[in-house]
């Protein structure tokens, strides 16, 4: 029995039983395959038209926005912080300043009352010379001078004794010479005003006369 399909003309018959096995497996073969890339072209288009999806563009944009709002919430967080450590540190410096002004003008508050105290044992010398003579007044003079000593002591301030020491410009002001007798040529023989010094440093130096050798005739 002969199978016979008919064109979309109708004008050419086929007998499929004159075709053979290997043609007619071809043929289905390549129908096949044709009509799966069709299919996987238009599966393609599809994917293409996905990527366009205005849903999923919205949603990255308000992602984006979302992002840039945290962002800015960081920096006016970072700026409020900035502020207060610049005005915390503007603070400190104007104690600091305060601090040391005071420091300047009152450091020396415990040495003024104690020289207060000097000065108050100055003014009774005339009632000690009137009441005991001129003898009980030496005496006293004596006990002030001792007493001006230990407060220069206390705080740190030293008279210089250079009599008989080797000259030494960071301390001694040579303002004469005189002959060599009881000190070795080249020392200090005599101090015309004292020299101190404050924790070890020189604040006035001494006036001195330095001994020379005589030239013998």
């Known amino acids: 029995m002969a199978v016979r399909f008919l064109s979309v003309t109708r004008r050419y018959p086929v007998d499929l039983c004159r075709l053979?096995?290997?043609?007619?497996?071809?043929?289905?073969?390549?129908?096949?395959?044709?009509?799966?890339?069709?299919?996987?072209?238009?599966d393609d288009c599809h994917g293409d038209?996905?990527?366009?999806?205005?849903?999923?563009?919205?949603?990255?944009?308000?992602?984006?926005?979302?992002?840039a709002r945290k962002l800015e919430q960081q920096v006016d967080n970072l700026t409020e912080r900035y502020k207060?450590?610049?005005?915390?540190?503007?603070?400190?410096?104007?104690?600091?300043?305060?601090?040391?002004?005071?420091?300047?003008i009152f450091g020396i508050q415990s040495?003024?009352?104690d020289l207060v105290e000097v000065a108050d044992l100055l003014e009774k010398s005339a009632d000690v010379e009137k009441r005991e003579g001129t003898q009980q007044l030496t005496k006293y003079m004596a006990h002030i001078q001792g007493r001006l000593q230990e407060v220069f002591t206390k705080h740190g301030l030293q008279k210089m004794t250079p009599v008989g020491a080797a000259y030494d410009p960071y301390q001694h002001e040579v303002?004469?010479?005189?002959?060599?007798?009881a000190v070795e040529p080249g020392s200090i023989?005599?101090?015309?005003?004292?020299?101190?010094?404050?924790?070890?440093?020189?604040?006035?130096?001494?006036l001195v006369g330095i001994a020379v050798k005589t030239q013998e005739h």
Do not use: N, W
């Not at 404050?198 to 001494?206: M, P, Y």
């Open 20 to 42: 053979t096995p290997s043609a007619s497996t071809r043929s289905i073969i390549g129908l096949f395959s044709t009509a799966a890339e069709q299919h996987s072209a238009g």
């Open 49 to 67: 038209d996905g990527d366009d999806d205005p849903s999923h563009s919205v949603t990255h944009v308000r992602m984006l926005e979302m992002r």
């Open 175 to 181: 303002v004469c010479h005189i002959p060599a007798e």
């Open 189 to 206: 023989a005599v101090v015309k005003q004292d020299g101190y010094m404050l924790h070890g440093r020189t604040i006035r130096h001494a």
């Open 84 to 104: 207060r450590a610049v005005a915390d540190s503007d603070d400190v410096r104007k104690r600091t300043q305060k601090f040391v002004k005071d420091a300047k």
């Open 111 to 113: 040495f003024c009352r």
